[in-house]
Nanobody, 121 residues
């Protein structure tokens, strides 16, 4: 019920775009806080964006506001992250997560396998 299948990662040049997808189950989609996280080598994992399925409200890290958009397709039970105007500092392993709570900050829940995003200069 909490299986997360990611796709869409790859290598792009600075200024380019990518769209990440995270396919999950209807149960997971309805009962968890869905979000995208990333971790670069030598850095702590950070929250990129989350979406509250109850009302569709979203939250973004300051570093990606105006460039990234989190969205969901209810019919397909799929989470997306549209990434525009990519920068080299966006290079990281990106993870889809189904968290128990959007607001506790515990990051407890289920995590995908990760998909690599590499942005070159």
């Amino acid at each position: 019920q909490a299986q997360l299948v990611e796709s869409g990662g790859g290598s792009v040049q600075a200024g380019g775009s990518l769209r990440l997808s995270c396919a999950t189950s209807a149960y997971t989609y309805s009962n968890f806080c869905m979000g995208w996280f990333r971790q670069a080598p030598g850095k702590e994992r950070e929250e990129v964006a989350t979406i509250d399925s109850s009302d569709g409200s979203t939250s973004y890290a300051d570093s990606v506001k105006g460039r990234f958009t989190i969205s969901q397709d209810n019919a397909k039970n799929t989470l997306y992250l549209q990434m525009n105007t990519l920068k080299p500092e966006d290079t990281a392993m990106y993870y889809c997560a189904a968290l128990y709570d959007c607001y506790s900050g515990s990051w407890s829940g289920y995590w995908g396998q990760g998909t690599q995003v590499t942005v070159s200069s």
